[in-house]
């Protein structure tokens, strides 16, 4: 990505998804996954779509990712910090479509760490 530095951009990447490979693909397989996010014209949301696309890219190796990749990490970075600032204050968090959207896109906000 012309005058980004992807070292910088995967550090982002980490910072936002705190979900494992392995914890998102199980998450993901939920059915309290797939109820939130607005829905595509196949029926999966695009939050689910990122996730699919965010196991991958946990799978990855730094040196074999794209400039695709990196545009998609970005996208992430900044979906977790928009929706990070956008939470509810009078909901139970823990089962919050606020909560299950984030946790689409790797970033689960009751993880420690």
Known sequence: MAGEDPGTIRREFGEAVNMTA?????????????????????????????????????????????????????KVHGYVQRHLAQEPKQEDVETSKWRYSLMNWGHDPRKSG
């Open 22 to 74: 392995g914890e998102l693909e199980k998450w993901l397989d939920t059915d309290e996954s797939k109820s939130v996010g607005q829905k595509d014209g196949d029926g999966e949301s695009t939050g689910h779509a990122s996730g699919r696309r965010i196991v991958e890219l946990l799978r990855t190796r730094k040196d074999d990712l794209t400039d695709d990749d990196l545009a998609h990490m970005r």
